[in-house]
């Protein structure tokens, strides 16, 4: 029995029905960009952020570059970040011509260190931008104080957290701006690239639908250089048929967390952990291990997928080199050598969790 890393199929069959009725609706209205249906889940989604506006993009990755630009962070400009995740968040420091300034991140949660972050501020620095890395919150209270404190910009990457929350307020709603991705693997994913940034800054929303359509807020009328950077309408159905069930596809990817938490406690692996104030929403399930090669060797030949996210920090990729600060990051580092992902998604079942662990503590 193969075990992927995560399993689309199931949830598709499940929604077929739903989601291929909205297709035919946009099919048959022949309305497939910035129609009804992507503005409908713009004011869901704020609405589910406890924000006034969203603004739906064409990926997480757009969100985050017209964000930093609506943002007014330009060329000399510094946003503070983290160097442990996707490529996509120092892209898009780099797409505006920023500098990214990296500083290591908490050995629990993998987040980025709020600790270290005053240290890193200079006269050019412009933002913060934490990533709320595998569905954990980051540590928001501290970093939201000192964005106030130095009049910084607070961006949050928020690409795989959609549902997670921080003392009660939700991932994407304590910045400027919160930056979502919804890649099909994502805890909501649509059926190709979509993004969506969510803000209380009416006059940053504005920027951000002029600059995601041309630069345009009247057709053939350009106040600025924008983008062609839209999310569809058919991406926007099934965003909203899986909106409404995003709760209980969040608890079951939390009740999966806590039977590998129980099934892993006897092992020399160190599961995730939750920082206590934010509640986390497993877009990964990431352990690490000192024999991860083994480990990942012997799940592999039993048919068992896994991941290692991410093996090279962003301080040490050859396309960020010159432009970024060249720190040593020790926690990052030794982090990057031991994470290794396991199987999550809200259909997993605990017979395939039991045998993943089983497996996993044959290996080591």
Known sequence: MQI?????????????????????????????????????????????????????VASGTDALHLALLASGIGPGDEVITTPFTFIATGEAIRYVGAKAVFVDIDPETFNIDPTLIEAAITERTRAVLPV????????????????????LRL???????????????????????????????KNLGCFGDGGMIVTDDEELAERLRMLRNHGSRIT?????????????????????????????????????????????????????????????????????????????????????????????PLHLQQAMLGFCNEPSLPVTEATAKQVLSLPMFPELTANQIERVCLTLAEAL
């Open 220 to 312: 053939y009328r350009h106040e600025m250089i924008g983008f062609n950077s839209r999310l569809d309408e058919l991406q926007a159905v099934v965003l909203r048929v899986k909106l409404k069930r995003i709760d209980s596809y969040n608890e079951a990817r939390r009740r999966n967390a806590q039977r590998y938490n129980a099934l892993l406690a006897g092992t020399t692996v160190k599961t995730p952990v939750e920082e206590g104030r934010g509640r986390h929403v497993y877009h990964q399930y990431t352990i690490l291990t000192e024999k991860r090669e083994e480990v990942q060797a012997t799940l592999t030949a039993a048919g068992i997928a896994s991941a290692i996210y991410y093996p090279i």
């Open 4 to 56: 992927p890393m995560v399993d689309l199929r199931g949830q598709y069959e499940a929604l077929q029905n739903e989601i291929e009725s909205g297709f035919q609706e946009v099919l048959q209205s022949t309305r497939f960009v910035l129609g009804p249906h992507g503005a409908a889940l713009e004011e869901e989604i704020a609405a589910y952020c406890g924000v006034r506006h969203a603004v739906g």
């Open 132 to 151: 709320h890395l595998f569905g954990q919150p980051a540590d928001l209270d501290p970093i939201a104080k000192l964005c106030k404190r130095y009049g």
């Open 155 to 185: 961006i949050e990457d928020c690409a795989q957290s959609f549902g997670a929350a921080y003392n009660g307020k939700m991932t994407g709603a304590w910045g400027d701006a919160g930056c979502f991705s919804f890649f099909p693997s």
